[in-house]
């Protein structure tokens, strides 16, 4: 009597268990729902009728990337000074070309969104060769390429991440 009594006890600990277990699943459950309704309802349609996403603007000085950011720097030193473009990346051009044409296709799959633009995949590389290359924070390269740090680290993991698959 004293056996089943116990095995009866330990059921119904197991039980009571398992019904909290679900109702803490439930709740984050509705928890994302709700996150997700939240996100639907800050979206703002265009012309076309697509759903858009607020997203914090994009700083001026960061909008001149493409004009005056690193990336235009590092291109004018592979066509006009190669010892400077390996001294910056510490490799040459047709080592970088390598590596580029080895993983391209795997960071080429993930797009990011830079300050509204696609990153390419030269780009990401250069900032993660970068990175390696010199030990800067991600906050440094954040100002000498204008982009934001959280894209930048976002896009060194990715890079690193397809280096050890492919390489």
């Not at 197991?14 to 309802?41: P, S």
């Not at 979206?43 to 994009?58: A, F, I, L, Y």
């Not at 982009?147 to 280096?163: D, N, P």
């Amino acid at each position: 009597m004293i056996v089943h009594r116990q095995s009866r006890e330990q059921s119904h600990k197991v039980t009571n268990m398992a019904l909290r277990e679900t109702n803490l699943l439930r709740r984050k459950r509705a928890a994302a729902c709700l996150q997700v309704i939240q996100l639907l309802e800050e979206c703002t349609e265009d012309e076309s009728g697509e759903c858009w996403w607020k997203r914090g603007q994009t700083r001026e000085w960061i909008k001149r990337r493409k004009e005056r950011g690193m990336l235009k720097v590092v291109e004018e030193l592979r066509v006009e000074d190669i010892a400077a473009y390996k001294e910056m990346l510490h490799m040459n051009c047709e080592t970088f070309a390598e590596i580029l044409t080895t993983i391209g296709p795997e960071i080429a799959t993930h797009q990011v969104v830079g300050g509204h633009r696609v990153i390419s995949p030269a780009a990401g590389l250069i900032f993660t060769l970068r990175f390696l290359a010199t030990g800067e924070t991600f906050r440094s390269l954040h100002f000498q390429f204008r982009m934001g740090k959280s894209t930048i680290s976002y896009i060194v993991r990715e890079v690193c991440q397809a280096i050890y698959l492919v390489l």
